[in-house]
């Protein structure tokens, strides 16, 4: 089952687009990288057959450059329920941090030679405290009335200005006052460093550490915002990718090449039932007229459960998927661990037999070892075959400590040998034990794909009990990512699988 995905040949209210790009540039460089990363190569692949290639100015270049991320990061926003915006930190050594270093230390000397005059001089001073004053009060929200009008009243940058020029200014009581709404409005996680800020009495150094603050505070509203917005968000976020996508389309026609050959393999493949005992085809109704004929939602369905058994060091992933690629790459991960872990359950407890059946802490201690002990696998360095080498080594121990906490014999010495041969040979892909996994993890994730969300749950398939609730957490997770896919691409998707099943 394992390797039959991978045989086809190779040949990618308010208006959404303001609400959107708002309080999150700091993230596009990285966005771009991500996008760029993940692009197709036409020297590592055949590229398919598309639209003669025309010349674009830089403008043009630049400006679809900007619609992909701001396109990446509305969805990152929907689709990632982690999605944080982090303060920007520059690397090391760089030019730019040494150049901002230098400009910021100036900055800095200046206001420390202005306020050691006799008498100071706070024109420095007052107009950071009126930048001060412009991000409390962002932070506010509109029923703050009160908050908002203690700001603006000692805050007053006039009054302060007058209290300046008669040398009655208290920088000291400003501060204080600064520091005391800080703490107000600040999230829970920043209450040690706005409590640290009293212990500073230095004006220049404190008035350092209230900036260095306030930019944490002002990313900590950006995510609240984030936070606060996401569930109005769905809608409006299908709408804006299909519309930057169009976009994109326009300026670059062949966006949709690697779509439709990712499409046209998986038509091919349920047409020609190649894979019919692999991976059953999922959308077909029973007793179907024409049964060498899939419809639209199966092949799309067969399509996605291709991309969990993708080459993604050779082959570009489809146009419409890539911002998703390293979800469908950590699924595929998961999916890998799962096939390995089940696999060697239930060669073990089939081994074990009845005995340690009465143990009902038995197969979750088992689950726990191995897991652990296949915590790497994602990892280049892992070597699959020295690790199940080693879990043949504990699981034997851990059988044995079983049969005799139930009053058994251990196992003789023959079966513990046959036992670890099994589990070794889980590192070949043409194991039928590992096959037989892998064939029903997918036709769990088929039959769930094919259901939705709905409850009750698919059936976990027999022999896949020990990790039903791993493998129950990947096919929500897959499902939710398919269904939104869908939603923002389903016209483009009809209109290629239209002329692909009319020509067949």
Same mark, same amino acid.
């Given at each position: 089952?394992?390797?039959?995905?991978?045989?086809?040949?190779?040949?990618?209210?308010?208006?959404?687009?303001?609400?959107?790009?708002?309080?999150?540039?700091?993230?596009?460089?990285?966005?771009?990288?991500?996008?760029? +990363?993940?692009?197709?190569?036409?020297?590592?692949?055949?590229?398919?057959? %598309?639209?003669?290639?025309?010349?674009?100015?830089?403008?043009?270049?630049?400006?679809?450059?900007?619609?992909?991320?701001?396109?990446?990061? !509305?969805?990152?926003? #929907?689709?990632?329920?982690?999605?944080?915006?982090?303060?920007?930190?520059?690397?090391?050594?760089?030019?730019?941090?040494?150049?901002?270093?230098?400009?910021? @230390?100036?900055?800095?000397?200046?206001? +420390? #030679?202005?306020?050691?005059?006799?008498?100071?001089?706070?024109?420095? !001073?007052?107009?950071?405290?009126?930048?001060?004053?412009?991000?409390?009060? %962002?932070?506010?929200?509109?029923?703050?009335?009160?908050?908002?009008?203690?700001?603006?009243?000692?805050?007053?940058?006039?009054?302060?200005?007058?209290?300046?020029?008669?040398?009655?200014?208290?920088?000291?009581?400003?501060?204080?006052?600064?520091?005391?709404?800080?703490?107000?409005?600040?999230?829970?996680?920043?209450?040690? /460093?706005?409590?640290?800020?009293?212990?500073?009495?230095?004006?220049?150094?404190?008035?350092?550490?209230?900036?260095?603050?306030?930019?944490?505070?002002?990313?900590?509203?950006?995510?609240?915002?984030?936070?606060?917005?996401?569930?109005?968000?769905?809608?409006?976020?299908?709408?804006?990718?299909?519309? @930057?996508?169009?976009?994109?389309?326009?300026?670059?026609?062949?966006?949709?090449?690697?779509?439709?050959?990712?499409?046209? /393999?998986?038509?091919?493949?349920?047409?020609?039932?190649?894979?019919?005992?692999? *991976?059953?085809?999922?959308?077909?109704?029973?007793?179907?007229?024409?049964?060498?004929?899939?419809?639209?939602?199966?092949?799309?369905?067969?399509?996605?459960? @291709?991309?969990?058994?993708?080459?993604?060091?050779?082959?570009?992933?489809?146009?419409?998927?890539?911002?998703?690629? +390293?979800?469908?790459?950590?699924?595929?991960?998961?999916?890998?661990?799962?096939?390995?872990?089940?696999?060697?359950?239930?060669?073990?407890?089939?081994?074990?037999?009845?005995?340690?059946?009465?143990?009902?802490?038995?197969?979750?201690?088992? @689950?726990?070892?191995?897991?652990?002990?296949?915590?790497?696998?994602?990892?280049?360095?892992?070597? *699959?075959?020295? !690790?199940?080498?080693? =879990?043949?080594?504990?699981?034997?121990?851990?059988?044995?400590?079983?049969? %005799?906490?139930?009053?058994?014999?251990? *196992?003789?010495?023959?079966?513990?040998?046959?036992?670890?041969?099994? =589990?070794?040979? #889980?590192?070949?892909?043409?194991?039928?034990?590992?096959?037989?996994?892998?064939?029903?993890?997918?036709?769990?994730?088929?039959?769930?794909?094919? +259901?939705?969300?709905?409850?009750?749950?698919?059936? $976990?398939?027999?022999?896949?009990?020990?990790?039903?609730?791993?493998? /129950?957490?990947?096919? #929500?997770?897959?499902?939710?990512?398919?269904?939104?896919?869908?939603? $923002?691409?389903?016209?483009?998707?009809?209109?290629?699988?239209?002329?692909?099943?009319?020509? !067949?």
């Amino acid at each position: 089952m394992s390797e039959n995905l991978d045989k086809s040949p190779v040949n990618k209210s308010e208006d959404p687009e303001q609400g959107l790009e708002g309080d999150v540039e700091c993230s596009d460089e990285a966005l771009q990288k991500k996008i760029k +990363s993940g692009s197709p190569s036409p020297q590592r692949v055949r590229r398919p057959h %598309s639209s003669p290639p025309r010349f674009v100015t830089v403008e043009e270049l630049l400006e679809t450059a900007k619609g992909v991320t701001n396109m990446a990061l !509305a969805h990152e926003i #929907v689709v990632n329920g982690d999605f944080q915006i982090k303060p920007v930190e520059l690397p090391e050594d760089s030019l730019e941090k040494r150049v901002k270093e230098i400009v910021h @230390k100036a900055f800095w000397d200046c206001l +420390s #030679v202005q306020l050691s005059e006799d008498p100071p001089t706070y024109d420095h !001073a007052i107009k950071l405290v009126g930048e001060i004053k412009e991000t409390l009060l %962002s932070f506010l929200l509109p029923g703050h009335t009160r908050l908002k009008n203690q700001i603006t009243e000692v805050l007053d940058l006039e009054l302060i200005k007058q209290e300046a020029e008669n040398g009655a200014l208290d920088i000291s009581r400003l501060a204080e006052f600064i520091i005391g709404m800080m703490g107000t409005l600040c999230a829970p996680a920043r209450d040690e /460093e706005v409590k640290k800020l009293k212990e500073i009495k230095e004006i220049v150094p404190l008035f350092r550490a209230i900036f260095s603050v306030l930019d944490l505070m002002k990313v900590d509203m950006a995510n609240f915002a984030v936070t606060s917005i996401r569930p109005h968000l769905m809608q409006q976020s299908v709408e804006y990718e299909r519309k @930057k996508f169009q976009e994109l389309l326009e300026k670059q026609p062949n966006s949709l090449d690697f779509v439709t050959q990712w499409l046209e /393999e998986a038509s091919d493949d349920l047409m020609t039932q190649k894979y019919k005992h692999a *991976l059953p085809a999922g959308g077909e109704a029973a007793g179907s007229g024409d049964a060498s004929m899939p419809s639209p939602v199966s092949v799309q369905n067969y399509a996605y459960l @291709k991309l969990l058994k993708w080459d993604h060091f050779h082959r570009p992933f489809p146009e419409t998927v890539l911002m998703d690629e +390293s979800r469908f790459q950590e699924l595929q991960f998961q999916l890998e661990h799962l096939t390995i872990l089940g696999a060697v359950l239930l060669i073990t407890l089939s081994m074990a037999g009845p005995e340690t059946s009465s143990q009902v802490d038995f197969a979750e201690k088992l @689950k726990m070892t191995v897991k652990i002990l296949l915590t790497d696998m994602h990892l280049p360095s892992f070597h *699959l075959e020295e !690790a199940l080498t080693a =879990i043949g080594e504990k699981v034997c121990l851990e059988v044995n400590s079983c049969l %005799s906490l139930c009053g058994f014999s251990p *196992l003789p010495p023959d079966k513990e040998t046959v036992l670890k041969g099994q =589990i070794e040979a #889980v590192a070949s892909l043409d194991d039928p034990v590992r096959r037989i996994m892998e064939s029903r993890i997918l036709t769990y994730l088929e039959t769930h794909l094919a +259901s939705g969300l709905q409850k009750p749950l698919p059936t $976990v398939p027999g022999g896949l009990g020990p990790v039903q609730r791993e493998l /129950e957490g990947v096919a #929500v997770k897959f499902v939710r990512l398919v269904n939104y896919n869908k939603m $923002v691409f389903c016209p483009y998707y009809d209109a290629i699988l239209s002329k692909i099943l009319l020509r !067949a």
